[in-house]
Each structure stands twice: as C-alpha cells, then as structure tokens.
C-alpha cells in the first residue's frame, strides 16, 4: 500500500511540473492576449505549431483552440458546434451538394479578425465491403461562408 501511495505521488507530482513548464514556455503575450479574449478560462493544453501557439480550451460547454502569433496576436478560433447550430443558409447549400448522403462527422466554425467566419463540416463516405473487395473511405473537410458558399473542398490523406 506505501508503495502505491508513493507512486501515485510520484505520478501527480511528474504532471504537475510538466505542465507547469509547458505553460512556462508560451510566450507571456500569448497569455495576456488569451486572458483578455477569453477571461477566467482555463487553458486544457497549449501547443507551438509552426511559429503559432494554440490553446485547447473548454467554453459554453464547447470545445475550442484558440490561435496566436509570437507577439500575442490573435488568428483565429476554432468551435466544435453541433449540426443544429449552424445557419439554414450552410445547411441548405450542403442538402443540394454531393456530399449530402456522405456522413458528417465533425463541425467547426472559425472565426477570423475583421468578423471574418468559415463554417468546416467534416465528411467521409464510410467504408463499404464490396464482395470480396474492400472500399476505403474519402475524408473531406468543406469550407462554407455564413451566406451558405461552399469555397473550399480539402481532400484528407
């Protein structure tokens, strides 16, 4: 039992300095413009992409990344939404298109500076047995404007 407890020490104590040096290395103008944009929220996880920073974060029981520069400028944030929150506009747009039978599996709106929105519905076609032969599945990212614009079809590897 000792040796359990003091594992479990160990174990605590291990997570609680590697995120304590994780957040150390984020730039102090990438947490001040956090703290401004999203105030009393806590960061879940932060991550350097390219000479970005991103932080995974939880608000209005929805999830979200949030995108700054090195000097703390704001690029975009990302929400995970439900089909039911998005304008009839995108859902319109997206029954008249050929991906309307494909299954959606995640979507996320995006917002810009200048009030600028994208809405991403992410779609594949399921894999399918063909006989003996099997279908693999196509992975797309569709990119709508608010106005129901379908600008952009991304093809996953």
């Known amino acids: 039992m000792k040796t359990f407890v003091m594992t479990l020490a160990v174990i605590i104590a291990t997570s609680i300095v590697a995120t304590a040096q994780?957040?150390?290395?984020?730039?102090?103008?990438?947490?001040?413009?956090?703290?401004?944009?999203?105030?009393?929220?806590?960061?879940k996880k932060w991550n350097k992409v390219k000479e970005?920073?991103?932080?995974?974060?939880?608000?209005?029981?929805?999830?979200?990344?949030?995108?700054?520069?090195?000097?703390g400028k704001w690029v975009?944030?990302?929400?995970?939404?439900?089909?039911?929150?998005i304008p009839e506009s995108i859902k319109t747009?997206?029954?008249?298109?050929?991906?309307?039978?494909?299954k959606k599996n995640e979507i996320i709106v995006i917002d810009m500076p200048e009030n600028s929105k994208l809405f991403v519905i992410e779609v594949d076609n399921e894999s399918e047995?063909?006989?003996?032969?099997?279908?693999?599945?196509?992975?797309?990212?569709l990119f709508f404007?608010?106005?129901?614009?379908?600008?952009?079809?991304?093809?996953?590897?």
């Open 52 to 71: 970005n920073y991103t932080a995974i974060f939880e608000s209005q029981n929805k999830k979200q990344k949030v995108t700054f520069t090195l000097d």
């Open 129 to 141: 047995f063909h006989g003996e032969d099997y279908v693999l599945k196509d992975d797309y990212s």
């Open 93 to 102: 747009a997206f029954a008249k298109s050929k991906y309307l039978s494909w």
């Open 22 to 43: 994780r957040t150390s290395k984020i730039p102090q103008s990438v947490k001040e413009s956090f703290a401004v944009k999203f105030p009393g929220t806590r960061v």
């Open 145 to 157: 404007t608010p106005d129901g614009k379908l600008i952009k079809e991304e093809k996953h590897c």
């Open 76 to 85: 975009k944030t990302e929400t995970k939404i439900k089909w039911k929150d």
